[in-house]
C-alpha cells in the first residue's frame, strides 16, 4: 500500500497523488511524506526506482528478506536508514524483528516496510493532522518522531524482562528446577539477541546526531540525541539484565551440587550408623560350639544398650558436624 | 519548592523573588542560583520552562521519573547536566539512585532535583553563607562544589562495602554457608550497578575538564579534576571490591565440593571396615551340617582377633592415603 | 590454466594472447581480465613476474601454499588483495579455506587461484557475456562481483550452522550424550575459526570502500560498503551462534550433575530403607539363650508390621522432600 | 622533617635553609632540592603553601590519607605528580603502598611523604654527593633517578611472587591441599592489586615521556623511556604470573574431583564385591526345614569356591576397567 | 667475538679492523655490518660506547640479563631495536627466548647478542658472500633479512605445537588421564608465553613499516611488511591452539565428571539389587519361635524364585533408564 501527503506549516496535510510526486520532485514546496505499507517488490521499484531513482543497492536491501544490520548510508541527495523494530513473543521465547526503510532528503522522506505493520509510522501518521510541529519542522523531524517511537517501543519489553529476571531470582532460591535454568538460559539468549539489535542501532543514531549531514538541521541533532540517550539506557538495563541471569545461573548450579550433598549426607549417616549395628547383630547369629556371651542372661539387654549407644554417639558426632 | 538567591563578591547571599529572576536575566549583575526542591512538574514548568525558557528535551529529563544516565548536554547559552547520588539502604542489599539536574551558564546556576532530600545542595546552600569563595568564584565553582559532595558521598558506600567483603571472605573458609554466597551475589550485584552509575558520572566529568565549555573556567577546570580523580578512585575500589567477590565465590563452591569429599570419605571408611566385617560373621551363622571351624573351641576368640586385625590394616591404609 | 580478455564498454568480450597483453599494457584501452587458475608456480612466475612485473613478495604470497590472513597492499600502481573462500565439508566438522589473489589496476585485473577450483571467479567469468555491467564498469566493478560472489558463499555455511546448533540445543535437552558435546565443541571450533577468516576479510573490504585508492572509484566504493554490510552480518550471525552453543554447552554440563543427583537419590532411598530393615533381621536371628521376643506367637507377624511401618514412613518422609 | 639543598653543575651539594629558599625562588641559580620526609600537615602547609605557594587541590593531595592513583598534573610552571612505592609483607600477603608526591619545575623539584621512610628518595639524596650528574643534568633528571628508583623496586617482589608461584605449582600437583588453595587466591590478590598500582603508573610514566613538558627536556625524556620499558616488563611478568595462578587452580580443582572419583571407586569395589557374598552367606543361615544344599558334606567349601570366584571376576573385570 | 665487513654493491664483502671502522664512520663508503657475538660487557663497552658512541641506556639494554621486551628507540642518528628469537626445548616443556640487539643507520649496522649463538645473524652473514641483494640495497635490507630469519625461526615451534594439540586432542577422548591434563596445561602456559614475545614483536615491526624512519627507505618498508603478515599469521595460529586446548579441557574434565557417574551407577545397581535379598534372607534366618514359613517344604525353592524375580525386574528397570 502506498500512501503520499504534503505538508506545509500552518496548513493541513494533504494528500497527493503518485503524479504529484514527481512534479514536487522538480519543484518542491513544503515537503512530502511518502509511506510504502507492507510493501510488495513490485510497489518498492516502481516509487523508489522509477519516481525516485534511488540507488539500486538502497532498493536491494529494501526488498531483501532476513534481518539487516541498523545503518545510514549517504547518497549525497538522500540518506539510506535501516532501523529494526522488535516484536517479543508473548511467552519471551522469541524475539522477532522487523525492518524499516527511511529515504531522507531535505525536501521528503520515503519510509518503507514490507511486514504486515509498523506501529511507529502509522502512529506518527496519525498525529500528523494533530500535531502543528510536524509539518512545521521539516523531514528530518518527522524522521526523528518515528525513530524516537520506534526506539520508544523497546521498553516495554526491557521491562517484562526485568520482571521476569527479578521472579527468575527468587524461584532459582526457592525452588530451583530444570524448568527455571532453560527459562534463565531462553532469558540470557534473548539479552543477548536484543544488545545485538540495539548496538548499531546506537551507533547509527549517534552518527546522526554528530556527523554533519546536510539532511539534518542542527536544531534536530538535540532530538536524535534524545533518542542516543534512550538507547544508552536501554543497553545498560540489558546489561543489568544480563548480569543478573549470570549471578541466579549461578546460585542455581551450586544448589545443584549442594542438594547432592544432603543426599550424600543422609545416606552417610544412616550407613555409618546401621553397618556397625548390623555387624554385631551378625556376630551374635553365629553359630560356633563354644560361644560364652550366648550363655549370659543379661547379654542381650546388654546388647541393646550397646546399640542404643552407638546410635547416640554417631548423632552426636554428625551434630557436632553441622550435618544435619 | 523554590529558593533562589543572588550572589556577589564580598556580599553576603540575598534572597531574591521570582520576579527579580527576570529582571536579573535581562540585565545579570553577580550570579544567581535558583533551587528546585523536590520540584513538581508544575514548578519545573513555570520556572524552567516560563523563566529560563529551556530547551523543552531538558525539562522533559528533568520532568521523567526513573534512572537517567548522567550526561551533559551543551545548549550554547547554558550546559544541562544530569548527575545521580546514590542511596544505599542499611543492609546494603540495594543500591537506590537520586537525580540531580543542573543548568549552568556564565550568569546562572539552577539546581533541580525531585526526590524527598539531595544532600550535596543542601549543604553547598548553607555552606553559602560562611564560605566566601562560593560567592566570588562564579556558577561554576558552585556547580563544582555541589558534584564534589555528590561524589564525595559515595565513599562512605565504598568503604562499608569493602568491609562487608573482608568479612564475608573470611567467612567463606570459616564457615561457608548458603547465606554466605548469597550476600556474595548480592554485593557483586550492587558492585556492578554502582559501576554502571560511576562509569558514565566519571565521563561527564571527564567531559567537564577536557572540553573547552565557555561556561567553566581554565581555573575552575582543575577543581573538576579534582572530582575525576576520586571517581577515578573510585572505581578503581569497585574493582577491587569485585575481583575479593570472585575469588571468595571460587572459595565457597570449592568449600562445597570439599565437604563432598569429607562425607564421601566418612561413608567409604565405615563401608570398607564393615562389609567385610559382616560378611563373615555371616559366613559362621551359616547352618551347614558339615562345618567344621564350628566345632573348635579357640574358633570364636580367634574370628575376633581376625575382625581387629581387618580394623586395624583398614585404618592403616587410610591413614597412609591421608582419609583422615 | 591461464585465461584473458579484453573488455569494451558496448563491445562482446574478446579473448586475447598473452602477446596482446604486453602490447595493452604499453597502451590500454579498455580493460582487461586475466586470470590464473589451478596456477602452477611456472605460470606464475612467466606471467605475473614475466607479463606484469609484480612485487616478488606479492608473487610469493601467491605460490606460497598454507593460509594466509587476508589483506590489501598498495603498490602504487596496482592493489594486491588476498581474500579466502570457504569449502565446509559436508558433516560440519572442518573449515577448508582457499585463497584468491587479485592485482587490481585502473586498465586490468589479474586473478589467480593455485587450488583446483574458485567458483566466484568462474561465475563471474561466465556472467562476463551476458552481463552488460561488467564491460561497461571497469576493473573495480568486476574485483566487487568476484568478492561479493566469493562472501555471499559464506551464508549457506551460516545457515547450515545456525540449523544444526537449533537441533543440538534441542538435543541437549531431550538425550545429552558425550556425542552431543562432541559436536557442541566440533561447532564451537568452527565458528572460531570462522571468525578469525571474517574478521581481516571484513577489514579488507572496509579498507576498499574507505581509503582513497586510486583504483577504486567513488561509485564502486558505495558497491564494496554493500559487501561490507554482509561481513558485518555474517560476523553478528556466527557471534550469535557461538552464543548459544555456549549455552547449550552450559545445559549439558548441568545435565551431568542432575542425572548424579538422580544416581545418588535411588541409592540412597534403597539403603535408608533396607538397612535399618536388615538390622531388624538380623538382630531376631542372634542366638542368645535368653531371648524373650522369640518365645512371643506374635512376635514374627508383628516384626513384619514394623517393617511395613519403617518403609512407609521412609517414604513418605523421600516423598515429602521432593527425591522422586 | 624538611631537607633542602642547592646543586649546581661542579660543585658540592650545598644545604640551604627555608629564608634562603624564598630568595631563591625569586631569583634562581642552579636547581634546589626540597624534601619533606615523614611530613606533618603544619609542615607541608608552612612550605608547600607558604614558601612554593602551591595550588591548594595539589597541597589537599600531599597531606590526604589513604591510597591515591598515580597521576600527574600539570599546573603550568610546575608538575606535580603522585607515584606509589610498595611494601610488600614478609609472608606475601598483603600489597602495601605508600604515596610519593613531586613537584618540578625547571629550577627545583619539591619531594613529598608522609611515611616513615621512602628509599628511593633517601637514597638519590644519598648518591648527590658521590654523583655528579644528579647536579650537572637538572631537576628532571633527579626526578627520573628517584622514579627509577622507585620503580627499580618492584623487582624483588615480583622475582618472589614468581618463586611463589612456582612453588605452588608444584605443590598443587603433588599434594594438593585447601591451604594451597588459599596461597594461591592470595597470590592472585595480589597480582590483582599490583596491576591497579602498575597501570596508571606506567601511563604516567608514558605522559612524562611523550608529553611535551616545559620541565622535562628532549634528553631527559629519553631516560624516562627506560623506566617505562621497566614498567612493561613489570606489568608482562604479572600478567604472567596471574596466567600460571589460574592454570595451577584449575588442576586444584580438578585434584579434587578425580580424588573423589578415587574414593568413590573404593567404594564400589568393596561394595560390589562384598553385598553379593554377603547375600549368599545370609542364605545358608536361614532356617528353613526343608532346606537339601544344608545337609552336603561338600556344600561348605563348595560355597568358598564360589566366594572366591566371585571376588577374582569382580577384580579381573574391575582391573580391565582401569579402575585401580 | 666481533666480527665486521664493508659491503659495497657489485663488490663481494671485504673484512674490516676496528680501526677501519672509525675512519668509515668518519668518512662513509658504501655499509658496514659489525656484529658482536657471545659478546663479553668488555667487548660491548669497547665497541659500542668507545667506536659508536651509543647512548649509554641502549648499552645497559644491550647488557642486561634476563627478558627484555621488544622495541624500537629512535636515537635521531640511528635506530636501536630488541627483537627476541625464541628457543622451545625438545618436550614442548619452556620457552627459551634470546634476545638480538640491533643498531641501525643509513650508513651501518651493528648486531649484538650475548647468548652462545644465534642463527638468524649467523645465516645472514654466510649468505652475505653469495646473494648481492645483500650488498647492494643498504643496511636497512640487512636487517629485514635478519628479521625475517628471526621470525620464520618460529613456525617450527608452531607447527610442533598444532600437532601436539591435535594429539591431545584425540587423546582427550580416547584416554583421558592426569598426565593429558598436565600436558594440555602446559601447552596452553607455553602459548600464552609466545603471545606475549608475538605481540611487542609485532607491534615493533608494525611501526617500522608505518613510521616514517630516516633509516628505513620507502621500498625497504615493503619488505617489513612482509614480516609483519608472517607475524600476524603467527598471532592467529597461537590464538587458534589457545582456542583447542580450552577445548580440550572442557572435554577433559567433563570425562572426569562422567567417569564418576558410571561408578555411581555400578555401586547403585550392585546395592539396590542386593540390599533387598539380603534382607530377605535375614528375615528368614530368624529364630522366632513361631515362624510357620520355615515348615513350608516350597518355601525355600520359592524364595529362589522371588529372589531371581528381584534381580529381573531391577536391571529391567535400569536397562529402561539406560543405566548400563
Ligand atoms: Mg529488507
Ligand atoms: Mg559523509
Ligand atoms: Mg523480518
Ligand atoms: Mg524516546
Ligand atoms: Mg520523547
Ligand atoms: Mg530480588
Ligand atoms: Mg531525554
Ligand atoms: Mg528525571
Ligand atoms: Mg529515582
Ligand atoms: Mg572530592
Ligand atoms: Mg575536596
Ligand atoms: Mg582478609
Ligand atoms: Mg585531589
Ligand atoms: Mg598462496
Ligand atoms: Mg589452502
Ligand atoms: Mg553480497
Ligand atoms: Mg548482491
Ligand atoms: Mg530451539
Ligand atoms: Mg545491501
Ligand atoms: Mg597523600
Ligand atoms: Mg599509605
Ligand atoms: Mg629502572
Ligand atoms: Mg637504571
Ligand atoms: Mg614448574
Ligand atoms: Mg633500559
Ligand atoms: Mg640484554
Ligand atoms: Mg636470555
Ligand atoms: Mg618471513
Ligand atoms: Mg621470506
Ligand atoms: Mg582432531
Ligand atoms: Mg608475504
Known amino acids: ?42 510497489e518498492i521499484e516502481s516509487i523508489l526506482s522509477g ?5 539500486p543497492l538502497a532498493i536491494e536491501d529494501c526488498e531483501s528478506i532476513g534481518y539487516q544490520t541498523p545503518k545510514v548510508d549517504d547518497f549525497d541527495h538522500y540518506l539510506f536508514i535501516i532501523a529494526n523494530a522488535i516484536h517479543p513473543d508473548a511467552n519471551l521465547k522469541d524475539l522477532a524483528t522487523s525492518e524499516l526503510n527511511i529515504f531522507l532528503s531535505e525536501h521528503y522522506i520515503v519510509t518503507c516496510f514490507t511486514d504486515e505493520a509498523m506501529s511507529c509510522v502509522q502512529n506518527i501518521w496519525q498525529r500528523m493532522s494533530k500535531d502543528d510541529r510536524l509539518s512545521a519542522r521539516g523531514a528530518d523531524f518527522i524522521c526523528h518522531a518515528i525513530l524516537d517511537t520506534l ?6 519489553l526491557l521491562d517484562k524482562m526485568d520482571e521476569e529476571v527479578e521472579w527468575l531470582e527468587d ?29 548499531p542501532q546506537r551507533e547509527l543514531i549517534n552518527r546522526l546526531t554528530r556527523d554533519e549531514f546536510l539532511q539534518i538541521s542542527a536544531v534536530s541533532r538535540i532530538y536524535f540525541r534524545d533518542i542516543y540517550d534512550h538507547l544508552v539506557r536501554i543497553q545498560d538495563m540489558s546489561e543489568s539484565i544480563r548480569d543478573i541471569v549470570s549471578g541466579a545461573v549461578d546460585i542455581y ?9 544432603t543426599v550424600m ?9 546401621f553397618l556397625p549395628l548390623t555387624f554385631l547383630a551378625g556376630v551374635y547369629g553365629m553359630n560356633f560350639k563354644y560361644f560364652p556371651e550366648l550363655e549370659l542372661t543379661w547379654a542381650y539387654p546388654a546388647l541393646w544398650f550397646v546399640f542404643l549407644l552407638i546410635v547416640v554417639l554417631m548423632l552426636t558426632f554428625f551434630k557436632k558436624r553441622q550435618w544435619f
Open 1 to 42: 500500500m502506498i500512501k503520499s501527503v504534503r505538508l506545509e506549516a500552518g496548513k493541513p496535510p494533504e494528500s497527493i497523488s503518485l503524479s504529484d510526486i514527481s512534479r514536487f520532485l522538480e519543484k518542491p514546496r513544503g515537503i512530502i511524506w511518502v509511506s510504502l505499507e507492507k510493501a510488495s517488490n513490485t
Open 151 to 156: 526506539v520508544d517501543e523497546y521498553m516495554p
Open 51 to 55: 519516481v525516485f531513482n534511488f540507488h
Open 265 to 273: 549426607k543422609a545416606l552417610t549417616i544412616v550407613s555409618t550408623i
Open 253 to 261: 548450579l551450586n544448589s545443584t551440587s549442594l542438594r547432592l550433598n
Open 171 to 199: 524461584q532459582v532460591l526457592a525452588n530451583p528446577e530444570t524448568a527455571t535454568l532453560e527459562r534463565l538460559l531462553t532469558l540470557k539468549h534473548m539479552v543477548m539477541s536484543l544488545r545485538r539489535v540495539i548496538s
